[in-house]
């Protein structure tokens, strides 16, 4: 099947940058959309950002201005640089991903998700 590999968090102080990564392995045909999710113990995960095959990307307002979203195909990666960061930004970020697997069928593919802390 399909796993996806997340790198990249730790703990930075408030304003600070962290980059992380997610990379997708296994029997991928195509890789449809990409994006990244946060989840505070307690609380829904919410979506942050996501890329697709096409190159579009939208941002929750939460973050636009202050996190980029990237891809780099030849890699089957997505990152997520993260600037200015607060400490309401703290929670684990999870790498979601629309895959088309071999043998063409579309597919729901998570991360195990990173610890990113901000502290004030």
């Known amino acids: 099947q399909v796993q996806l590999a997340e790198s990249g968090g730790g703990l930075v102080q408030a304003g600070g940058s962290l980059r992380l990564s997610c990379a997708a392995s296994g029997s991928i045909f195509n890789i449809n959309v990409m994006g990244w999710y946060r989840q505070v113990p307690g609380y829904q995960r919410e979506w942050v950002a996501h890329i697709t095959s096409g190159g579009t990307i939208n941002y929750a307002d939460f973050v636009k201005g202050r996190f980029t979203i990237s891809k780099d195909n030849a890699k089957n990666s997505v990152y997520l640089q993260m600037n200015s960061l607060k400490p309401e930004d703290t929670a684990v970020y999870f790498c979601?991903?629309?895959?088309?697997?071999?043998?063409?069928?579309?597919?729901?593919?998570w991360g195990q998700g990173t610890q990113v802390t901000v502290s004030s």
């Open positions: 979601k991903a629309n895959i088309a697997v071999s043998g063409g069928t579309n597919s729901i593919f």
